[in-house]
């Protein structure tokens, strides 16, 4: 059973950090493409970040310097390192995977995803 699990959201002030984890249990890791998008109320979501095997990384811009995306292959886990937290990160973050050893692309489409999590909330206080 394919499942994923993201963790690590929480309130932040801004200027803060926190890490986000995806546990991706029964997956083939090496076939998958891992992204975080974020979502709020009304708005379509958006791509964040995503990360192939070989760590080939893509970045909103958004985010770019400020966001780190990794994986950790023995324990089928990846993660979003957030630093310097602003008013505007605030989102539902949700993990996604799809089966190409690729993200290409439309990295940051969400049709292009074919597993979610579940999400994991992220608020910053000013």
């Known amino acids: 059973q394919e499942h994923l699990a993201a963790s690590g959201g929480g309130s932040v002030q801004a200027g803060g950090s926190l890490k986000l984890s995806c546990a991706m249990h029964?997956?083939?890791?090496?076939?998958?493409?891992q992204g975080w998008f974020r979502q709020v109320p009304g708005k379509e979501p958006e791509g964040v970040a995503s990360?192939?095997?070989?760590?080939?990384?893509a970045y909103a811009e958004s985010v770019k310097g400020r966001f780190t995306i990794s994986r950790d292959h023995v324990k089928s886990t990846v993660y979003l390192q957030m630093n310097s937290l602003k008013p505007e990160d605030p989102a539902m973050y949700y993990c996604?995977?799809?089966?190409?050893?690729?993200?290409?692309?439309?990295?940051?489409?969400?049709?292009?995803?074919?597993?979610w999590g579940q999400g994991t909330q992220v608020t910053v206080s000013s």
């Open positions: 996604a995977a799809k089966r190409s050893t690729l993200c290409g692309s439309n990295w940051d489409r969400v049709n292009s995803y074919s597993y």
């Open positions: 029964g997956y083939t890791y090496d076939t998958k493409c």
């Open positions: 990360i192939t095997s070989d760590g080939t990384t």
